[in-house]
């Protein structure tokens, strides 16, 4: 079946650090790839996509490129911030004719960024 | 515009008691999804309709659930004599018709506590 692993968490970073969260797929037929952040006492949030191989998906300062070849959309940010602070989950779901897009989402990691 | 709601928030109640969940999605998306989300983990798929139909069931359904979604409008999600195992966030999220991909747009979820 189709799943996503995402790397263990918690991660705590100093503000204005350089941040990777990984994340990793496998599917059964051609994904599209998300990024959901849940800020506390909120609901989860679309932060960014990509629907096809080699598309860099990018908002707020943060970007994932869909790598085909290695199975894999990293989430990265050059920079962050105590705003940043959340609990950030990779996704998928499958694409084409007869797909409902359910999303298939990893376990989640928490991002704690200290002053 | 309003986003998904859901209704309630939060609700205790004791083992062997039933329970209904609301969801109402954003007006004119036709499909609606439920998920459930446990401590440390990331949503999973329970069900999906599209309109009123009822396309798809995850395994993760048992006959003490069941969901409906009348006139293809808001939607419920019933659980029968519940658990303790049934102690989780359940989510709804709604999404357009149409396009490779369907951003799906989530509620703040019910969170259900069983004594």
């Known amino acids: 079946g189709d799943s996503v692993t995402q790397m263990e968490g918690p991660v705590t970073l100093s503000e204005e650090a350089f941040l990777t969260i990984n994340c990793t797929y496998t599917a059964t037929g051609y994904p599209s790839l998300f990024w959901y952040v849940q800020y506390p006492g909120e609901g989860l949030q679309l932060l960014l996509k990509a629907t096809k191989a080699d598309d860099k998906g990018s908002n707020k300062g943060f970007e994932a490129t869909y790598r085909k070849e290695t199975t894999s959309f990293h989430l990265e940010k050059g920079s962050v911030q105590v705003s940043d602070s959340a609990v950030y989950f990779c996704?998928?779901?499958?694409?084409?004719?007869?797909?409902?897009?359910?999303?298939?989402f990893g376990k989640g990691i928490t991002l704690s960024v200290r002053p | 515009d309003t986003g998904v709601s859901q209704d309630p928030r939060h609700k205790i109640t004791k083992r062997g008691q039933n329970v209904t969940f609301r969801c109402d999605p954003i007006s004119e998306h036709n499909r609606l999804y439920w998920y459930r989300q446990t401590l440390g983990q990331g949503p999973e798929f329970l069900t999906y309709f599209q309109n009123e139909a009822q396309l798809e069931k995850s395994r993760l359904l048992s006959d003490r659930f069941s969901a409906e979604r009348p006139k293809g409008s808001f939607s419920t999600l019933e659980i029968q004599r519940t658990e303790q195992g049934d102690s989780a966030m359940y989510l709804c999220?709604?999404?357009?018709?149409?396009?490779?991909?369907?951003?799906?747009?989530f509620g703040p979820g019910t969170r259900l506590t069983v004594l």
């Open positions: 999220a709604s999404s357009p018709r149409g396009g490779s991909y369907n951003e799906q747009f």
């Open positions: 996704a998928l779901t499958l694409t084409g004719s007869g797909a409902n897009s359910k999303l298939t």
